[in-house]
Each structure stands twice: as structure tokens, then as C-alpha cells.
């Protein structure tokens, strides 16, 4: 037993480093072995989800987090986002909006450089990116607009412009300039360069309206019968400013400024054109402005200088205020004694070759004109129209000597002239004046 024990005990060193040097054999072995695991191709295909780019070079565990496969996400947005999934990239906060899909633009092999860009992809203005940092923006020179590039851009091309004047901010003439674009015509009617007020953003013709307000010129740089109607032949005679008269919306809507009529009044009043003189009008060749005013026929402010018929053919107590009942019979115009200005005025000068002559005394019309007629009443009527014809009675013989050798008086028959030549002759030969006497009685005198 002992010799077994003591063999036994001999043999167990041997045996335990036999199996060491297995155990460092096999640990050696192990490690000198390729990596059977990081060798070995998984065929991701089979998943329905192949792995293309960069994301094959990538550990499981970059998506598949502790070893977990089922609920993977498959779209971009799930892994490259702030707290996503895996230990993916997320989009920068200086990112452009823009959709989840990040194949839009970039590839999967890298994320830089960006080759293309999906603007269907993009949710934030144009502007958001083409303000000339993170994209071109606008050149220094383009015109003054919205920042909708798209507007007027296509993604495709800059240069391919479809324009909509809907985003453009900047004035007409900001452009159509005859340099940016297409200006006006040397021969253009003298206007604003607002060209939206007349002509529309989809062609320069024809033009549908025209707004007269953004005209400068005067009515007759247009209305000269060839840019745009005329007058017509049978227009009265007016001056050229058609917005005298004419508002800009109808020709026909017409609101008369007798300013501008260059004609005289009865061009136009005549009865044709425009109403003329009722069949009932004073007799006058003058025109009409001389009594009525343009704005009414009525109140006339009569200028009697400008009446060619006579003043009874008015003042006849229907066309104008006639004689009163107590008129002074005559059959004399009223002229003959009242002025135009006023009838209290009367003011008769006498010139038949009857009449005797102004009196000094206070001598009225009733003082002759006893009957309030036209025909003077004579006391004494066979000496008319002499003094004598009223002064017969006021006669006195004595004084009146004729002649001498022998005495004689003159009679009212012979100084029937008062105011004649009244000589004392030597005889009654009436030969030789004694004595000269000449108007010794005159109108003129307050008395004989």
C-alpha cells in the first residue's frame, strides 16, 4: 500500500503539469486562431433590410442595442435624431428644415459632401437657405423681390426663371427701366412709371384700361385723333383739355365748363348744338354772356347797351316792367328820359325846335304839360310856340314903346318872341333906331 501511496504521490507533480501545459496549449491555441466571430459575413439581406455604405462597417451594436434585433428602426429620422435609437449621428441644430430622409441628399457612404439637393425634401423657406451664408442668395443686383425664390426660380436652374410680378416688391420702373427689362417706348404717352396702372403683368398688350390718373401729358398728347380719339369735327369750338368738361370714364358723361369754350356764345347757343333764344327774347345781336351767366339762364344781369330792339319792345309790361297807370303820356322811348340804371332818375332833354328853352325858375313838366301829355297845353295857343303861346297874359303894353313922332306901343303879336330884339325907332317910318334893345327878357332870368 505504501509503495502504490508512495508512487502515487510520485506521479501526481508530473500529472498536474501535463495538464498546466495543456491548458496554456489550448489558451495559446485560442488566441493564434482567427476571430471566428469578426470573420464571419451575416447575410443582412435576408432580414429584408440590406446594409449598404457605411452603415456595413458598423458594429451590431451601433443599432441592434444590447443584442436586441426585433423593433430596429429602418428610416433615417428614427436613428439620426437628438435621442434616437442606436448611437447614430443626429442632425446638427444649424441643419436646414428639412423631411427625415436623409437620402434626399446626402449619400450613405457620407454624410459630406452633399451632391445634390431635393428641394422636395426642404420644409423651410427659400430664403431659409439662400440668404448667402448657407446657400447663394440673391445678387447684388436682382431685382427688389420676396424671398420666395421660387416664385420665379426653378430648383433646377437660377436661370431658368418662369417670373410672377406677384413677388416682386420693388416698383415697375425698378425694372422695366429699358435695362433690367423692357422700358417705355420713345413714342409712350407722357405718363407716372407705375406700368400696373395701365397695362397687367401676363403682356404689354393690348391694354385694357387706362388710368388717367397716371397720365402727366395733357388730354390733347393723347386725344390728338391718333394716339386715342379726338375731337370730333362737329366739336364746339374749346380749348384742348378735354377734363374741362369730359370725365375719364365715358366721353359722354359731360359736365360743361364754359371756361374753356373758345367760340362765341351763339356758336353753340344757336338752337342746334345747344339751346339757343326763346322765340319770346329781347332783340339783341349781342352774345350771351353779356346778360346771363354760365351757370344759369337766370337771374340775367341785363346790360341794356347790348339790346338792338327798342325799349317798349321790353318794357311792355309783360317781357319787362311797362309805364305805370299815372305814366306821362308819350309815345318816346323810355331812354328818351330814364337811364338804365334806375327809373326814379328822369332826366328829359328837350330838343324839338319848338321848344323855348330851358327856364331859370323852377318851371315843372305839369307847369307846360298840364294834361300829363306829351303835347304841351298852350294858354294861348295862337302864339305857340312862341314865349307868348303862355307869356300872352303876362304882356304889358307900356313898357313896350315902338316909336316916337308920334308914340306908339308894340303888341304881344309883335314881341311875341320875347326873348327877341325890342327897338324904339325915331318915326313911324320904323327907318331909324333911336334906341337899341336886345333880349332884354331870357329863359334864364328868374323873372321878366
Same mark, same amino acid.
Given at each position: 500500500m505504501r509503495m502504490i501511496c508512495q508512487n502515487e504521490v510520485v506521479k501526481t507533480p508530473r500529472a498536474i503539469t501535463r495538464v498546466i501545459f495543456a491548458i496554456v496549449l489550448l489558451v495559446f491555441s485560442l488566441t493564434a486562431l482567427p476571430d471566428v466571430a469578426s470573420n464571419t459575413e451575416f447575410d443582412h439581406f435576408s432580414t429584408s433590410f440590406s446594409l449598404s455604405g457605411a452603415h456595413r462597417s458598423l458594429d451590431c451594436e451601433s443599432c441592434h442595442v444590447r443584442g436586441i434585433f426585433k423593433g430596429t428602426p429602418k428610416e433615417c429620422n428614427l436613428c439620426h435624431v437628438q435621442g434616437g435609437a442606436g448611437s447614430a449621428s443626429a442632425k446638427p441644430a444649424n441643419h436646414i428644415r428639412s423631411t427625415g430622409i436623409c437620402l434626399d441628399c446626402h449619400s450613405d457612404r457620407s454624410w459630406t459632401p452633399v451632391t445634390r439637393v431635393d428641394h422636395s425634401a426642404v420644409t423651410g423657406s427659400c430664403a431659409s437657405c439662400h440668404n448667402g451664408s448657407i446657400a447663394p442668395g440673391k445678387h447684388p443686383t436682382h431685382i427688389a423681390s420676396s424671398n420666395s425664390c421660387d416664385d420665379c426660380h426653378s430648383s433646377n436652374s437660377w436661370s431658368n426663371v418662369n417670373f410672377d410680378h406677384a413677388g416682386v416688391t420693388g416698383s415697375c420702373s425698378s425694372c422695366h427701366n429699358g435695362t433690367t427689362a423692357t422700358g417705355k417706348h420713345p413714342t409712350h404717352i407722357t405718363s407716372t412709371n407705375s406700368c400696373d396702372d395701365c397695362h397687367r403683368s401676363t403682356a404689354w398688350t393690348p391694354v385694357t384700361r387706362v388710368d388717367h390718373s397716371a397720365v402727366t401729358g395733357s388730354c390733347a398728347s393723347c386725344h390728338n385723333g391718333s394716339i386715342a380719339p379726338g375731337k370730333h369735327p362737329t366739336h364746339i369750338t374749346s380749348s384742348n383739355s378735354c377734363d374741362d368738361c369730359h370725365v375719364v370714364n365715358t366721353w359722354l358723361d359731360v359736365r360743361f365748363d364754359h371756361a374753356s369754350v373758345t367760340g362765341s356764345c351763339s356758336s353753340c347757343h344757336n338752337g342746334t348744338t345747344a339751346s339757343g333764344k326763346h322765340p319770346t !327774347?329781347?332783340? *339783341?345781336?349781342? &352774345? $350771351? +354772356?353779356? #346778360? %346771363?351767366?354760365?351757370?344759369? =339762364?337766370?337771374?340775367?344781369?341785363?346790360? @341794356?347797351?347790348?339790346?338792338?330792339?327798342?325799349?317798349?319792345?321790353?318794357?311792355?309790361?309783360?317781357?319787362?316792367?311797362?309805364?305805370?297807370?299815372? !305814366?306821362?303820356? *308819350?309815345?318816346? &322811348? $323810355? +331812354?328818351? #328820359? %330814364?337811364?338804365?340804371?334806375? =327809373?326814379?332818375?328822369?332826366?328829359?332833354? @328837350?330838343?324839338?325846335?319848338?321848344?323855348?328853352?330851358?327856364?331859370?325858375?323852377?318851371?315843372?313838366?305839369?307847369?307846360?304839360?298840364?294834361?300829363?301829355?306829351?303835347?304841351?297845353?298852350?294858354?294861348?295857343?295862337?302864339?305857340?310856340?312862341?314865349?307868348?303861346?303862355?307869356?300872352?297874359?303876362?304882356?304889358?303894353?307900356?313898357?313896350?314903346?315902338?316909336?316916337?313922332?308920334?308914340?306908339?306901343?308894340?303888341?304881344?303879336?309883335?314881341?311875341?318872341?320875347?326873348?327877341?330884339?325890342?327897338?324904339?325907332?325915331?318915326?313911324?317910318?320904323?327907318?331909324?333906331?333911336?334906341?337899341?334893345?336886345?333880349?332884354?327878357?331870357?329863359?334864364?332870368?328868374?323873372?321878366?
Open positions: !327774347h329781347i332783340q *339783341t345781336t349781342a &352774345q $350771351c +354772356d353779356d #346778360c %346771363h351767366s354760365s351757370i344759369s =339762364w337766370t337771374p340775367a344781369n341785363l346790360d @341794356h347797351n347790348s339790346v338792338s330792339g327798342s325799349c317798349s319792345s321790353c318794357h311792355n309790361g309783360s317781357a319787362a316792367t311797362g309805364k305805370a297807370g299815372n !305814366h306821362f303820356v *308819350t309815345s318816346l &322811348q $323810355c +331812354d328818351e #328820359c %330814364h337811364i338804365v340804371n334806375t =327809373w326814379s332818375n328822369i332826366d328829359f332833354i @328837350h330838343s324839338s325846335g319848338g321848344y323855348p328853352g330851358d327856364h331859370r325858375s323852377n318851371v315843372q313838366c305839369l307847369d307846360c304839360h298840364q294834361s300829363n301829355s306829351q303835347i304841351p297845353t298852350w294858354t294861348s295857343g295862337a302864339y305857340k310856340p312862341d314865349c307868348a303861346g303862355c307869356h300872352a297874359g303876362d304882356f304889358k303894353i307900356g313898357p313896350h314903346k315902338k316909336h316916337e313922332n308920334p308914340d306908339a306901343k308894340y303888341n304881344v303879336s309883335e314881341l311875341r318872341d320875347c326873348s327877341g330884339s325890342c327897338h324904339i325907332y325915331s318915326d313911324s317910318s320904323l327907318t331909324t333906331i333911336k334906341d337899341r334893345q336886345s333880349s332884354e327878357h331870357r329863359t334864364t332870368d328868374g323873372d321878366f
